[in-house]
């Protein structure tokens, strides 16, 4: 059976060429950078050729970025830095939809140092209201944490404009684009971004690493203590192998930034037409101009996500839905819930995310198998169409 593999979201093959850059880094360049001997001290340069890569990328310099072991702990370290170099001030503003490594960090921080988290809304296509922006940072902000994209929609925020409002306001801004990084273009350098997150792992990297870029001059306290690496910004030993990786991640993304990004709209356009002519009762779920080239959430009325994906990963397809399963009770995405979502879709909310080794071939074997999938569930479902209105009168 073949694998269609559209849940680059949560994370993507390792591509071959950071497979072949990384491996000689196991059995054979397995040295300390920190080392006295040149069998270890070499290597520093390798790190240091992997953050000129990642640098380019950004549109940022090499020494305002620091390795770090991914996208969670980059954003505790911004959130975490912010406020203790701005600790006359208490507020944290971010979005209801966020990512749980800052979403639950904020609730962590208002829970137990009495932090006042002020939350931005969305709209019904996942959009932030400008004007409740300017309103929400005030000269109490010590830091604005809004993501780049949305991981479930793939709704790009105006974070550049955010960071104007927040620098007037004298806050610090903090943005976690780890789903952003390397699938749309980005320069920094003429930002006033203090900080930004980014993931190995989601742009064709190895998990368990990330970076963190740190604006010249955004003053900074570091999170991991331990030893001098990263310029005293962050201890522990280099993740070599990792941050090797992510240099030629980073590369490759420079290189394939435009082509990959026409073709996977391109693709993600077609799956969407394709599901949307097939398949009744069916929305997507964000705005449809200013979203990811990748990601496509579709909400299939009256059947449960969960349900489709065990079905989909029969035919071998691999998505993710809105719900998470928590406490044996299904729980709508927060993401979802916070655009009002109707509760008929939310449930069968399903999230395809291609990457740039997504094929035609791929999406047209989705567009075959899936609606055939969706009509089955319905018609053994005490919530399909039919029986919907009846279910909804007796509860
Ligand atoms: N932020 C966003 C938007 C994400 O999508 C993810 C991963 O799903 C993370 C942060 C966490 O990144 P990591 O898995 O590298 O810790």
Same mark, same amino acid.
């Given at each position: 059976m073949r694998t269609v593999y559209l849940d680059n979201n949560a994370t993507t093959m390792t591509a071959p060429e950071v497979f072949e850059a990384v491996h000689p880094y196991f059995l054979e360049r397995y040295g300390n950078p920190s080392s006295m001997h040149s069998f270890g001290g070499k290597l520093a340069r390798d790190v240091a050729v992997a953050r000129e890569k990642l640098a380019e990328l950004l549109g940022a310099t090499p020494q305002e970025i620091i390795f770090t072991s991914g996208g969670t702990e980059s954003d505790s370290t911004a959130i975490m830095s912010a406020l203790a170099t701005m600790s006359d001030r208490r507020e944290i503003v971010t979005t209801r939809v966020e990512h749980p490594a800052v979403l639950n960090l904020c609730k962590h921080l208002a829970r137990t140092k009495g932090y006042v988290v002020r939350w931005l809304s969305v709209d @019904?296509?996942? @959009?932030?209201n400008m004007d409740e922006v300017r309103n929400q940072i005030t000269d109490q902000t010590a830091v604005v944490s809004v993501m780049w994209a949305n991981n479930e929609t793939g709704v790009i925020f105006p974070v550049r404009e955010i960071a104007e409002i927040a620098y007037e306001r004298g806050a610090l801004v903090h943005t976690d684009a780890v789903q952003a990084v390397g699938k749309i273009p980005m320069n920094l350098d003429s930002s006033s971004i203090d900080f930004l997150s980014l993931s190995g792992h989601k742009l064709h990297s190895v998990k368990g690493v990330g970076a963190l870029y740190i604006k010249k001059g955004t003053r900074f306290s570091p999170f991991i203590i331990g030893g001098h690496q990263e310029s005293d910004r962050r201890g522990g030993t280099e993740n070599v192998p990792g941050i090797v990786g992510l240099g030629v991640a980073a590369s490759l993304a420079l290189q394939e930034l435009n082509p990959a990004g026409l073709r996977m709209r391109r693709l993600r356009d077609r799956l969407q037409k394709g599901l949307l002519e097939a398949v009744p009762r069916a929305r997507v779920n964000g705005n449809l101009e200013s979203r990811l080239p990748n990601t496509l959430n579709i909400g299939f009325e009256f059947v449960e996500g969960e349900a489709i994906l065990m079905r989909m990963d029969d035919k071998g397809i691999c998505a993710s839905s809105g719900s998470a399963c928590t406490s044996g009770a299904l729980e709508p995405s927060h993401v979802l819930r916070a655009m009002g979502v109707p509760f008929t879709a939310v449930h069968g909310s399903i999230r395809f995310s291609l990457s740039r080794y997504t094929t035609e071939e791929d999406i047209e074997y989705v567009i075959r198998e899936v609606p055939g999938i969706i009509e089955f569930l319905r018609s053994i479902s005490p919530f399909g169409r039919e029986n919907f209105d009846a279910a909804c009168t007796i509860h």
């Open positions: @019904k296509e996942g @959009k932030l």
